[in-house]
């Protein structure tokens, strides 16, 4: 199986990704979802890989300390390092504090491996269940074995290191002048999203290696006639829709990139169905059919309870695009945010805004003072050069020409890519749009770089200079992000508050800050009203940080308070904790009727903040009067 060398990287992360995946489902199956079962299970990968080692021949690889040196003196490699050193370091220092990670992705794990197995899950929070999967199935193991996060955002710097050899392979590959695919695989990487998500454990940049890699793979294929690329493209896409549903119309390039080779697949057809059977595994068709068994309805959501499901496709392609032109002019430190959402402000009553937030309640133009990985797309640094060289290029390609371009095929995949897009915009209605459509920006790039005249611009100094201005632009973003600061953000931040009392400006960075810092384990403080002899604790939540309750990972297992469970919950634990607005909101009743009705009292109270955005939110600790002992004194 012969390879250009960076792909080999790729291709042993794809094979990885796979195994891990297929063997989380296998387990589950198994019930031995759990550090015996991957301790069996990755002996046996590590004792395949040693025999099969002198059939696949992988390359010698040698670090080259004169190649690293030669592009570290250039701006943008320099840059690209740069950016990825600052994404390592922050995840280092910090604890995961990425919130969909804590409320439900991280979560979700626990409950799996304290059952030994993938079940669903008895939960108010149902994105626990018909989310895709494949991020966590890189998680489980090492809860399993080292009962900690703090290594998952290893699995995203990873990724990030991934891109630029991916990026410049899909790009030559797909017709793009190796001048122009050098610039860039350098400079997209350091779009806001992938930056910032490279320290984090977002799964959005998660997923884009795996869809570069389908397409280099299958490109790849019509230049060798080897099947062995095809079946590793077929391994990689079903990984990208793994990672995450809203990828699935990512299928449509893929798919293009591999028909012109479609014959090769009948060569060995029954290791072709044995690829097929394991890219299906580890794409969202395993999920989808349980999705389909459990809820009645393939993505999950059946009753669009979280609302992104888009009823009107024109209001969809408004909205999202309305969103992917704010988000993507974002600059890493805003000014003039205030000013935008008092804008904002007054559009929300207008009978127009009214009637697209009836079709898409989640719709969100609101800037942040930062650039934060939740919303971030590529900044507007790189939007902009983009647009600069797609408006450039395009108005110097005549149709005589076009019919007749060598690169014809590389346009249709490119082009197909929009057609992917409009399908995410006219069916998904989230107010994280730009992020979640991460995976398709490489893609979208493409077409506007394949005109022969990007060769020309790339030459040119002012060109150059606003690359490197777009690319260091993600620094500041690094540095200054709440959720990893590079920076003594608390300190600065409580010198400035005592210097200036009365700026909400300073005031509101101290929040944000300090919420940002103590999202990890938010929920700590109510742990102090757990006795050590309760291994079992019930939580309700609708979409809050769950994960601070199981720590430490390992030593407790949560319960979910749903409206179904409530008659039952305390015969298996003697507590609940939750904040007082889900209590009541699961229960559909008033929390003091439901404690009188259940024989059970408040012995614990704590304000806690979750979200910069929101106010504190009373958290409760309710005890069954059942037992004979009090909890403790206070």
């Known amino acids: ?96 504090n990425n919130f969909d990670a804590l409320a439900y992705r991280v979560p979700r794990v626990l409950h799996w491996l304290s059952e030994a197995q993938w ?48 990026i410049y392979v899909c790009f030559t590959q797909l017709g793009i002048s190796k001048k122009v695919a050098w610039f860039w695989m350098w400079l997209l990487p350091c779009g806001y999203g992938f930056a910032l998500q490279a320290g984090s454990i977002g799964n959005d940049t998660f997923a884009v290696p795996y869809f570069l890699a389908g397409l280099a793979f299958s490109l790849l294929a019509r230049q ?39 014959r090769l697949l009948f060569r060995r057809p029954l290791c072709t169905f044995g690829f097929a059977l ?20 393939w993505a999950g959501d059946p009753k669009n309870e979280w609302q992104v499901k888009i009823a009107n496709p024109s209001i969809g392609f408004v909205g999202n695009g309305l969103q992917l032109l704010v988000k993507n002019a974002a600059p890493p430190l805003n000014p003039f945010s205030k000013q935008w959402n008092a804008l904002i ?35 507007v640094g790189i939007a902009s050069l983009l647009l600069i060289s797609g408006a ?83 620094i500041p973003a690094l540095i200054l992000t709440p959720a990893r600061p590079l920076w003594p953000a608390m300190t600065i931040t409580e010198k400035l508050g005592k210097a200036y009392p009365n700026s909400p400006l300073i005031q509101r960075a101290r929040t944000v800050y300090e919420v940002y810092r103590m999202r990890p384990d938010a929920l700590a403080p109510l742990r102090r009203y757990i006795p050590e002899s309760t291994n079992v604790v019930g939580f309700a939540g609708i979409n809050d940080p769950e994960v601070a309750l199981w720590r430490p990972f390992g030593s407790k297992r949560v319960v979910e308070l749903t409206t179904e469970n409530s008659t039952q ?39 806690l903040s979750t979200r910069a955005g929101s106010a504190p939110q009373e958290w409760l600790v309710v005890e069954a009067q059942t037992r004979k002992d009090a909890l403790f004194d206070r």
């Open 1 to 96: 199986m012969k390879l250009p060398v960076p792909l080999w990287f790729t291709a042993f992360w794809t094979l990885l990704s796979a195994f891990l995946t297929c063997t989380g489902w296998g387990l589950s199956a198994l019930h031995e979802l759990n550090a015996a079962g991957y301790g069996v299970t990755l002996m046996v990968g590590a004792i395949f890989c040693v025999l099969l080692r002198r059939q696949i021949k992988p390359p010698l690889v040698s670090f080259r300390l004169g190649k690293f040196t030669w592009r570290v003196r250039h701006a943008l490699p320099a840059i690209y390092y740069l950016t990825t050193s600052l994404a390592f370091i922050g995840g280092a220092i910090y604890s995961p």
């Open 119 to 166: 079940h669903w899950i008895q939960t108010p929070n149902s994105r626990m269940n018909f989310s895709g999967t494949g991020f966590e199935w890189f998680m489980a193991p090492f809860l399993a074995f080292g009962k900690s996060d703090r290594l998952f955002f290893l699995v995203s710097i990873v990724s990030q290191l991934l891109l630029p050899g991916l």
């Open 224 to 262: 060798t006639h080897r099947i062995s690329h095809l079946w590793l493209g077929m391994l990689a896409i079903g990984l990208t829709t793994g990672a995450k549903a809203c990828n699935l119309p990512l299928l449509l390039p893929w798919f293009l990139a591999t028909l012109p080779s479609w």
């Open 278 to 297: 394991i890219a299906s595994a580890v794409s969202f068709l395993p999920l989808a059919c349980l999705n389909t068994h459990f809820s009645g309805d």
């Open 345 to 379: 402000e007054k559009l929300e009553p207008t009978t127009t805004f009214r009637e697209i937030r009836s079709y898409f309640p989640r719709i969100n133009l609101r800037c942040e003072e930062l650039a934060q990985e939740e919303g971030a797309g590529l900044g």
């Open 392 to 474: 450039l290029s395009i108005a110097r390609l005549s149709p005589s020409r076009l019919r007749h371009n060598p690169k014809l095929f590389g346009y249709l995949i490119g082009l197909s890519g929009y057609a992917a897009l409009l399908v995410y915009m006219i069916k998904i209605g989230s107010e994280d749009g730009p992020r979640l459509v991460s995976a398709f920006y490489p893609i979208l790039a493409a077409v506007l770089l394949l005109p022969s005249f990007n060769s020309v611009l790339v030459r040119k100094k002012w060109y150059r200079f606003l690359g490197l201005l777009a690319g260091a632009s993600a």
């Open 569 to 607: 919950l305390f015969a298996q634990t003697p507590l609940l904790l939750g904040s007082k607005g889900a209590l009541e909101a699961i229960l559909n009743r008033p929390l003091g009727e439901w404690l009188a009705s259940y024989h059970a009292r408040v012995v614990g109270r704590e304000l």
